[in-house]
């Protein structure tokens, strides 16, 4: 631990980290640009300049570590004005152009100029130096040259987190550019996070460019589910539309980052969408679908449950309790067909379900395809594409009735007998086990599409209809039945956040 | 009476060469730094630091050490480093074989200006010889230990005479500063403790290990020992590098030695160590003397020994017009105020000298030089603002006469 004063009063800290970092601990923001708390430090922006007693010239907050005994201002007017001159240089040559800028809303030139700057502009439009507007710099990303402040925020993520040499700051003085290497691109599978790191708005994101102001848009904090690592993201949706995903901080999981695949994969909330349960005889309203399930299930005479890794803690758990108190002879076997990827050394995992863990931890793992084999009657399946997955599955699923409980129009919904129309992960509460057993709560940003219900509300439907008694208040009551039946599902986890990343 | 094969081994030997390593050699290390810090030798690559200081800065207990000699010389004013690499390079190779043994280097790096071919040419060929000659190499001199020297060209940024700039253009990064803490007697080259040294610095040393300490400070100042080599330029009669003890009065390098002002002319102003020192008026030049310390007292800096001299038909504007042209253009541009106020003074120094510059303009670049001192990662941007403010301040009448709105003394009809 390290004594220390911070604007006249005395302070302790854990040793070993800077000012930035230390001064926040009581609430004291120093402002920064090119500092990130996942980067090395470099020092270059000049704006976490702040005053240390013994020592003349002011001393970068980033670069300089807490010390027993060091006496810090960081609002002192040596330190004010110092902020105010550097704001003055990087607006220089910025184009201000937040009306056509995506930046606008989240940009940390807007907001430290309206905290720090507020000077009057001592250049003619005409006198700024112009760069290149719109450089295609790789599939996912959009530089605005005239934007950068050249905080090499981008670089440094490239060169130390990525572990690819891609962008680089070329040229000198006020030519300065970020660029990628001659014939090169910026396309490393977690170039995204170059946008997000961007303290202005140089790198904007191709895939959200110009879509909806940012000021719009609603947030909620969740899950990815891309794979079993589980990194912890940010969904922001506008008129009940995801538009973007955001890596949300957590030092024990995914740090500041998240892989490009996680960053799209939403559209297909947006898309496809099951609206309404529809039957051979075509649409249902929510009670005749969970009745029909119910005759299909009551007249086949072997039937299979088939649970999914992708299904939150709480609704695996839902359909386990459905198959205990409306169809005890039936098997449940939980299983996914999904062509695992690729795993890195950075997140991704191969494992392409977000809760293969908790599934286990259940205890519906199985041999899926030996259960098919058996020749049930009739499949239920929850929130799994098993036909999208693997067509070949298609002749052994041949002459058995489908039930599908899904959130799009996939290949099993479309071959199903009936399909009900379930909310996705972003529509409601649950939990998912990463591939460590952290079992990690995600939280709804949309309103249910169409006629989509909560899995454990279809399944409650179906029992009822089938005269069995599965009720349950709320989604609390469910959760807390979940995590009593199953303890190793262990409690919540908490995100422990990132430092001052976010400006 | 010059000898045009002054370069070569092996009229440097018939000059004494490569004795005093010998001697170095044959000596504890310590000793030699003793020695070193006893003569009171000082860097002259600008700051005039204590050389034998520098070293013991060197940790104790460590695995390797570097020293990279700083033969960068891209100061505008600056050519005497040159002129060693020229025409004596082995005077500065022995320096390199004594300074490794002091501070137990076994790799030196030399980092040479890319633009110098001729003296390119000339200290690689001594290099060879001296590998030739055992004078480095696996047994160096004979001592039984490594010294090897690599040879470095850089590729045309002033910014890479920054001895951390330099650093990482050896390493092969972009050649810009790194911060500082830590220093790179810690953490220098390839992470390892480095002593970076001028050109002219070591080659003192050959003389001092060789007539001990107090020869050495028998010539010079109490504060600055020793001779100094002056690079003269601009409005003289004879340009070209000068050693001169140090304390000797600038007059006489001026009026004496150099040949005196160009055609005869009133000397208007000097800059005395380099672009980036404070610019002085013909007055306080004819009354320093060439040392540090009354150089210093003026408000200006001996620096790398640059005498630049602007007679009485110099435009002063004219002149900081190309200086601010010059810093714009060699800003390594990663830290704000440097990257930003660089080219920002060099416009409005542009419009004023174009005649298009308003009072306005005049207070904006005297704000934006205070405005760049103090909170950048190297000095560079110090080196900018002392000019712009001595400039101004010393010769304000002729910023104001060129200014679009100045108060008019001959109103026109
Ligand atoms: C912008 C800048 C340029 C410099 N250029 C040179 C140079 O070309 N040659 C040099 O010897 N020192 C140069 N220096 C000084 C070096 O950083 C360093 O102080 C010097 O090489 C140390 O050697 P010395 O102690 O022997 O003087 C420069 C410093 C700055 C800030
Ligand atoms: S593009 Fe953005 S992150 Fe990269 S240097 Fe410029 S401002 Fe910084
Ligand atoms: S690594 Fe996995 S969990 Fe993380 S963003 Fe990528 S797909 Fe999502
Ligand atoms: S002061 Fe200028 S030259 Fe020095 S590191 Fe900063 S930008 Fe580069
Ligand atoms: S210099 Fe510290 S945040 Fe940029």
């Known amino acids: 631990m390290a004594k ?141 040259s005239e934007r950068c402040i050249l905080c090499s925020r981008c670089v440094r993520f490239c060169d130390e987190i990525a572990g690819v040499r891609e962008l680089v700051l070329a040229n000198r003085g006020g030519r300065s550019e970020i660029t990628t290497f001659p014939g090169r691109t910026l396309e490393n599978p977690y170039s995204g996070n170059v946008i997000d790191i961007c303290p202005v708005g140089a790198l904007t994101s191709k895939d959200f460019r110009f879509k909806v102001r940012v000021w719009f848009l609603k947030t909620a904090g969740s899950i990815c589910p891309g794979c079993e690592r589980g990194c912890n993201i940010y969904i922001e949706q506008y008129q009940n539309e995801v538009q973007r995903i955001r890596p949300r901080a957590n030092l024990d999981v995914n740090r500041w980052w998240i892989c490009d695949d996680g960053r799209l994969d939403y559209k297909w909330i947006n898309r496809d969408r099951l609206l309404r349960a529809e039957g051979e005889a075509g649409a249902h309203s929510p009670e005749r679908a969970d009745e029909e399930a119910a005759r299909i299930l009551r007249e086949a005479g072997s039937v299979l449950l088939v649970a999914s890794p992708r299904s939150s803690n709480e609704n695996l758990f839902a359909l386990k309790r459905f198959r205990d108190a409306a169809l005890p002879r039936a098997a449940l076997v939980g299983g996914s067909f999904r062509k695992p990827w690729e795993g890195d050394r950075i997140l991704k995992r191969p494992d392409r379900n977000p809760n293969r863990k908790g599934m286990e931890i259940l205890g519906l793992s199985g041999d899926l395809e030996g259960a098919l084999r058996k020749a049930p009657d009739c499949v239920l399946v929850v929130e799994n594409d098993l036909l999208g997955d693997r067509p070949d599955l298609a002749d052994l699923l041949r002459g058995k009735k489908l039930i599908a409980l899904a959130s799009n129009r996939d290949a099993t919904a479309e071959k ?77 986890s908490p995100s422990p956040g990132g430092g001052a990343h976010a400006l | ?103 137990r280097c076994a790799h030196a790096y030399l980092y040479i200006r890319g633009e110098f071919c001729l003296p390119y040419e000339r200290i690689r060929a001594a290099a060879a010889e001296a590998y030739a000659a055992g004078l480095l190499g696996p047994n160096a001199g004979g001592s039984g230990q490594p010294i090897d020297l690599t040879i470095h060209r850089g590729a045309g940024a002033y910014i890479c005479g920054e001895e951390t700039a330099l650093l990482n253009s050896i390493e092969g990064k972009k050649g810009q500063p790194r911060m500082k803490p830590p220093f790179p007697t810690n953490v220098g080259l390839f992470g390892k403790p480095t002593v970076i040294n001028n050109v002219e610095t070591l080659a003192n040393l050959p003389f001092i290990v060789e007539n001990g300490p107090d020869a050495y400070r028998a010539i010079g100042t109490e504060k600055s020992p020793g001779t100094r080599l002056m690079s003269v330029s601009g409005h003289i009669e004879k340009p070209g590098v000068y050693e001169v003890a140090h304390g000797v009065p600038m007059r006489g390098l001026i009026e004496d030695l150099a040949g005196g002002v160009r055609g005869g002319r009133k000397l208007k102003a000097l800059i ?16 320093v003397n060439v040392d540090f310390e009354s150089v ?12 630049i001299v602007m007679d009485e038909t110099t435009d002063m504007v004219w002149a900081l017009d190309k200086l601010a042209h010059f810093y714009a253009h060699e800003s390594c541009g990663q830290c704000t105020p440097c990257r930003e106020g660089s080219g920002w003074i060099a416009e409005i120094v542009q419009k004023i000298a174009a005649g298009n510059g308003t009072r306005k303009d005049l207070e904006k670049l005297e704000s934006l030089a205070a405005q760049i001192v103090g909170n950048t990662i190297c000095v560079f941007s110090d080196a900018l603002a002392m000019p712009v403010v001595s400039h101004v301040t010393k010769f304000r009448a002729e910023f104001e006469a060129h200014l679009a709105d100045r108060a008019s003394s001959s109103a026109a009809p």
């Open chain 2, 272 to 287: 005395p160590g380099g672009s980036s020192t404070p610019v002085l008026t013909a007055e306080e030049a004819y009354a």
């Open chain 1, 416 to 492: 199903a007998a009936l399909r009900i129309p379930v909310c996705t992960y972003a529509e409601t509460e649950g939990s998912w086990t990463n591939f460590e057993g952290r079992t990690q709560a995600f939280h709804p940003v949309l309103k249910a599409v169409g006629e989509s219900r909560p899995v454990f509300r279809v399944l409650e439907g179906i029992a009822r209809a089938l005269g069995a008694s599965l009720e349950w208040s709320d989604f609390g009551a469910l959760r807390e039945e979940t995590f009593q039946a199953a303890p190793a599902l262990g409690s919540l």
């Open chain 1, 4 to 144: 220390f004063t911070l604007n006249g009063v005395e302070r302790e800290v854990p040793d070993g980290i800077n000012l930035i970092e230390a001064a926040l601990l009581f609430g004291v923001r120093i402002p920064h640009y090119c500092y990130h708390p996942g980067l090395s430090p470099e020092g270059n922006c000049r704006m976490c300049a702040v005053e240390i007693e013994g020592i003349p010239k002011l001393q970068t907050a980033c670069t300089t570590l807490v010390a027993d005994g060091m006496v810090v201002h960081t609002e002192s007017e040596k330190v004010i004005r110092e902020r105010t001159e550097v704001m003055e240089f990087l607006l220089r040559n910025h184009p201000i152009d937040c009306p056509i800028c995506d930046q606008a809303g989240e940009c940390g030139l807007q907001k430290y100029y309206m905290e720090h700057g507020l000077h009057d502009s001592r250049v003619a439009v005409e006198e700024k130096i112009l760069k290149r507007k719109r450089v295609d710099l790789g599939p996912l990303v959009v530089l605005d």
């Open chain 2, 296 to 307: 210093q007292a003026t408000g200006s800096m001996l620096g790398s020994g640059g005498c």
């Open chain 2, 1 to 103: 009476m010059v000898n045009p094969d002054s370069h070569a081994l092996v009229s440097a030997r018939a000059a004494g060469a490569y004795r005093a390593s010998a001697k170095a050699l044959a000596e504890e290390p310590e000793e030699i730094v003793r020695l070193v810090k006893d003569s009171g030798l000082r860097g002259r690559g600008g700051a005039g630091f204590p050389t034998g200081l520098k070293w013991t800065f060197l940790p104790k207990n460590r695995d390797a050490t570097y020293l990279c000699v700083n033969a960068d010389e891209s100061e505008p004013g600056t050519f005497k480093d040159r002129l060693i690499l020229e025409k004596d390079p082995h005077l500065l190779i022995e320096g390199i074989v004594i300074a490794c043994h002091a501070i």
